[in-house]
């Protein structure tokens, strides 16, 4: 409706290798993984209202795995040192007894001032989060 605007927060964001800096292959797109390696959660938060981050707000992956759901809190990665990192991290490795298949995964967020957001990927088996040999 006109005058009226979004309470809810857009989040968006992918899934990489985080191998650490430096390191080959590191921050690569992929939604292939194998057991013992790391996937690395990349996400924002914007406020609809600002078009801004709040870096106060709070992420959390839940990570449907072996038929439980791992509540993942993100880290805000934005550092003086690194001021263009205006993204939240988390860094899940694969267990070593991790079913093979798709792992389900969403993210939620909420600020401050009570916002809420959620993202979730593509419901299309080939882009899902895969647990491989």
């Known amino acids: ?41 990349r996400m924002t938060a914007i406020n609809p209202e600002t078009g ?3 870096r106060t707000t709070q992420l959390v992956v839940h990570l449907n795995y072996a038929g439980k759901t791992l509540d993942l809190p993100m880290r ?3 550092t003086e040192q690194q001021p263009e990192r205006e993204f939240w991290v988390l ?15 969403t993210v939620t967020a909420k600020d401050a001032q009570g916002r809420t957001g959620e993202f979730k990927p593509f419901e299309v088996a080939a882009s899902q989060l895969t647990i491989i040999e």
């Open 76 to 78: 805000d990665r934005q």
């Open 52 to 54: 801004k981050r709040d």
């Open 1 to 41: 409706l006109a005058g009226q605007t979004s309470t809810r927060l857009i989040v968006y964001g992918d899934i990489t290798y985080f191998f650490g800096q430096g390191k080959p292959g590191n921050c690569f797109a992929s939604n292939r993984y194998k057991r013992g390696e790391p996937v690395g959660f």
């Open 91 to 105: 860094k899940w490795m694969v267990p070593d007894d991790a079913p093979l298949g798709a792992v389900k995964y």
